[in-house]
Protein backbone atom coordinates (compact mmCIF):
# COMPACT_ATOMS: atom_id res chain seq x y z
CA UNK A 1 0.00 0.00 0.00
CA UNK A 2 2.93 2.38 1.09
CA UNK A 3 4.14 1.55 -2.40
CA UNK A 4 1.23 2.18 -4.57
CA UNK A 5 0.84 5.69 -2.38
CA UNK A 6 4.37 6.42 -3.71
CA UNK A 7 4.14 5.62 -7.19
CA UNK A 8 0.93 8.15 -7.12
CA UNK A 9 2.56 10.93 -5.44
CA UNK A 10 5.40 10.27 -7.94
CA UNK A 11 2.88 10.56 -11.05
CA UNK A 12 1.50 13.40 -9.46
CA UNK A 13 4.80 15.00 -9.32
CA UNK A 14 5.26 14.11 -12.90
CA UNK A 15 2.20 15.26 -14.15
CA UNK A 16 2.76 18.72 -12.40
CA UNK A 17 6.47 19.22 -13.63
CA UNK A 18 5.23 18.51 -17.06
CA UNK A 19 2.34 21.01 -16.52
CA UNK A 20 4.95 24.09 -15.44
CA UNK A 21 7.37 23.61 -18.28
CA UNK A 22 4.93 23.33 -21.09
CA UNK A 23 3.28 26.80 -19.41
CA UNK A 24 6.76 28.24 -18.90
CA UNK A 25 7.84 27.16 -22.78
CA UNK A 26 4.07 28.94 -24.06
CA UNK A 27 5.12 32.16 -21.98
CA UNK A 28 8.37 32.08 -23.63
CA UNK A 29 7.38 31.94 -27.14
CA UNK A 30 4.48 34.49 -26.87
CA UNK A 31 7.38 36.90 -25.30
CA UNK A 32 9.49 35.87 -28.05
CA UNK A 33 6.56 36.38 -30.48
CA UNK A 34 5.82 39.89 -29.26
CA UNK A 35 9.17 41.20 -29.50
CA UNK A 36 10.55 40.67 -25.93
CA UNK A 37 13.75 39.26 -26.35
CA UNK A 38 14.89 39.95 -23.24
CA UNK A 39 12.11 38.41 -21.33
CA UNK A 40 12.02 35.51 -23.49
CA UNK A 41 15.87 34.66 -22.91
CA UNK A 42 15.29 34.91 -19.10
CA UNK A 43 12.35 32.53 -19.30
CA UNK A 44 14.29 30.38 -21.62
CA UNK A 45 17.07 30.31 -19.35
CA UNK A 46 15.44 29.46 -16.18
CA UNK A 47 13.98 26.08 -17.67
CA UNK A 48 16.91 25.68 -18.94
CA UNK A 49 18.45 25.32 -15.93
CA UNK A 50 15.67 23.61 -14.40
CA UNK A 51 15.86 20.73 -17.35
CA UNK A 52 19.02 18.58 -16.55
CA UNK A 53 17.90 16.37 -19.84
CA UNK A 54 15.68 18.35 -22.30
CA UNK A 55 17.74 20.28 -24.67
CA UNK A 56 15.06 22.22 -26.33
CA UNK A 57 14.77 24.98 -23.82
CA UNK A 58 18.75 25.47 -24.38
CA UNK A 59 18.25 25.48 -28.20
CA UNK A 60 15.74 28.23 -27.68
CA UNK A 61 17.39 30.31 -25.13
CA UNK A 62 20.60 30.43 -28.31
CA UNK A 63 17.96 30.41 -30.93
CA UNK A 64 16.01 33.48 -29.46
CA UNK A 65 19.82 35.77 -28.86
CA UNK A 66 21.12 34.46 -32.07
CA UNK A 67 18.14 35.97 -34.66
CA UNK A 68 18.60 38.86 -32.19
CA UNK A 69 21.77 39.62 -33.18
CA UNK A 70 21.94 39.52 -36.95
CA UNK A 71 20.09 42.96 -35.78
CA UNK A 72 21.56 44.29 -33.10
CA UNK A 73 23.89 47.28 -33.71
CA UNK A 74 25.03 47.66 -30.59
CA UNK A 75 28.26 45.88 -30.19
CA UNK A 76 28.33 45.24 -26.39
CA UNK A 77 24.64 44.01 -26.59
CA UNK A 78 25.89 41.43 -29.16
CA UNK A 79 28.62 40.03 -27.48
CA UNK A 80 26.22 39.73 -24.62
CA UNK A 81 23.55 37.66 -26.71
CA UNK A 82 26.47 35.43 -29.06
CA UNK A 83 27.92 34.45 -25.79
CA UNK A 84 24.43 33.61 -24.31
CA UNK A 85 24.19 31.42 -27.42
CA UNK A 86 27.10 29.90 -27.54
CA UNK A 87 26.87 28.65 -23.61
CA UNK A 88 23.23 27.74 -24.65
CA UNK A 89 24.58 25.49 -27.79
CA UNK A 90 27.03 23.54 -25.27
CA UNK A 91 24.63 23.51 -22.77
CA UNK A 92 22.29 21.80 -25.13
CA UNK A 93 25.29 19.51 -26.83
CA UNK A 94 25.37 17.95 -23.59
CA UNK A 95 21.78 17.14 -22.95
CA UNK A 96 21.72 15.08 -26.28
CA UNK A 97 23.32 13.30 -29.48
CA UNK A 98 24.56 15.66 -31.73
CA UNK A 99 21.25 16.60 -33.94
CA UNK A 100 21.01 18.81 -37.13
CA UNK A 101 18.49 21.29 -35.11
CA UNK A 102 21.42 22.22 -33.22
CA UNK A 103 24.22 22.16 -35.98
CA UNK A 104 21.83 24.94 -37.74
CA UNK A 105 21.83 26.98 -34.65
CA UNK A 106 25.58 26.59 -34.79
CA UNK A 107 25.88 27.84 -38.30
CA UNK A 108 23.87 30.52 -37.40
CA UNK A 109 26.16 31.72 -34.82
CA UNK A 110 29.09 31.45 -37.33
CA UNK A 111 26.85 33.63 -39.59
CA UNK A 112 26.35 36.50 -37.81
CA UNK A 113 29.87 36.27 -36.70
CA UNK A 114 30.10 37.03 -40.55
CA UNK A 115 27.65 39.45 -40.92
CA UNK A 116 29.18 42.01 -38.29
CA UNK A 117 32.63 41.95 -40.18
CA UNK A 118 32.75 40.16 -43.51
CA UNK A 119 36.10 40.56 -44.75
CA UNK A 120 37.73 39.24 -41.56
CA UNK A 121 35.09 36.93 -40.30
CA UNK A 122 33.96 35.74 -44.46
CA UNK A 123 37.51 33.89 -44.95
CA UNK A 124 37.99 33.01 -41.03
CA UNK A 125 34.39 31.05 -40.73
CA UNK A 126 32.88 30.49 -44.22
CA UNK A 127 34.61 26.88 -44.40
CA UNK A 128 33.82 26.20 -40.42
CA UNK A 129 29.71 26.57 -41.33
CA UNK A 130 30.05 24.84 -44.40
CA UNK A 131 31.64 21.91 -42.41
CA UNK A 132 28.09 22.40 -40.34
CA UNK A 133 25.75 22.18 -42.57
CA UNK A 134 27.66 19.32 -44.95
CA UNK A 135 27.01 17.79 -41.43
CA UNK A 136 23.99 18.34 -40.28
CA UNK A 137 22.76 16.85 -44.25
CA UNK A 138 24.31 13.84 -43.54
CA UNK A 139 22.45 13.54 -40.09
CA UNK A 140 19.19 14.77 -41.28
CA UNK A 141 18.71 14.71 -45.18
CA UNK A 142 15.51 15.54 -45.05
CA UNK A 143 15.85 18.23 -42.64
CA UNK A 144 13.66 21.68 -43.92
CA UNK A 145 15.71 24.10 -41.85
CA UNK A 146 19.00 22.45 -42.77
CA UNK A 147 18.68 22.92 -46.47
CA UNK A 148 16.56 25.92 -46.59
CA UNK A 149 19.66 27.69 -43.91
CA UNK A 150 22.34 25.98 -45.78
CA UNK A 151 20.44 27.98 -49.40
CA UNK A 152 19.89 30.86 -47.13
CA UNK A 153 23.51 30.99 -46.74
CA UNK A 154 24.88 30.12 -50.22
CA UNK A 155 22.53 32.89 -51.12
CA UNK A 156 24.18 35.55 -49.19
CA UNK A 157 27.68 34.39 -50.83
CA UNK A 158 26.80 33.67 -54.41
CA UNK A 159 25.04 37.84 -53.88
CA UNK A 160 28.48 38.71 -52.40
CA UNK A 161 30.13 37.70 -55.07
CA UNK A 162 28.06 38.13 -57.83
CA UNK A 163 27.73 34.47 -59.28
CA UNK A 164 24.17 32.81 -60.36
CA UNK A 165 21.60 31.94 -57.73
CA UNK A 166 19.13 29.97 -59.90
CA UNK A 167 20.58 26.56 -58.45
CA UNK A 168 20.14 27.97 -55.04
CA UNK A 169 16.79 29.16 -55.50
CA UNK A 170 15.86 25.83 -56.32
CA UNK A 171 17.04 24.39 -53.04
CA UNK A 172 14.78 27.09 -51.42
CA UNK A 173 11.92 25.64 -53.17
CA UNK A 174 13.17 22.14 -52.25
CA UNK A 175 12.79 23.20 -48.51
CA UNK A 176 9.75 23.97 -48.72
CA UNK A 177 8.75 20.51 -49.61
CA UNK A 178 10.52 19.11 -47.12
CA UNK A 179 8.97 21.97 -44.82
CA UNK A 180 5.17 20.21 -45.56
CA UNK A 181 6.35 17.00 -44.97
CA UNK A 182 8.52 17.48 -41.63
CA UNK A 183 6.89 16.21 -38.52
CA UNK A 184 8.07 15.57 -35.05
CA UNK A 185 5.33 15.22 -32.25
CA UNK A 186 7.93 15.95 -29.40
CA UNK A 187 6.01 19.30 -27.72
CA UNK A 188 8.20 22.22 -28.94
CA UNK A 189 10.38 20.23 -31.53
CA UNK A 190 11.40 23.52 -33.71
CA UNK A 191 8.98 24.05 -36.34
CA UNK A 192 10.15 27.31 -38.08
CA UNK A 193 11.60 28.02 -41.15
CA UNK A 194 8.77 27.73 -43.65
CA UNK A 195 7.38 31.29 -44.04
CA UNK A 196 10.85 32.64 -44.20
CA UNK A 197 11.22 29.78 -47.13
CA UNK A 198 8.38 30.68 -49.18
CA UNK A 199 9.35 34.78 -48.71
CA UNK A 200 13.36 33.87 -49.63
CA UNK A 201 11.66 31.92 -52.92
CA UNK A 202 9.50 34.88 -53.82
CA UNK A 203 12.46 37.07 -53.35
CA UNK A 204 14.05 34.41 -56.16
CA UNK A 205 11.86 34.67 -58.85
CA UNK A 206 11.94 38.63 -58.26
Known amino acids: MKTLIILFLLTISEAISAQSYEEAMQ ?72 NAELLVLEALIYTVKITQNPMVNGQKYMP ?7 KAEKLEPKNPRVKFEKAQFDLGGAKFFGKDTTPICK ?11 FKNDTPFYPNWGREQAVKALEDCKN
Open 27 to 98: KAMQNWQEGKVETASAIFERIAAAEKENWLPDYYLGLVNTTAAFSTNDQKMLENQLKKAETALQSALMKTDE
Open 128 to 134: KINEIYA
Open 171 to 181: EIKASIVLFDE
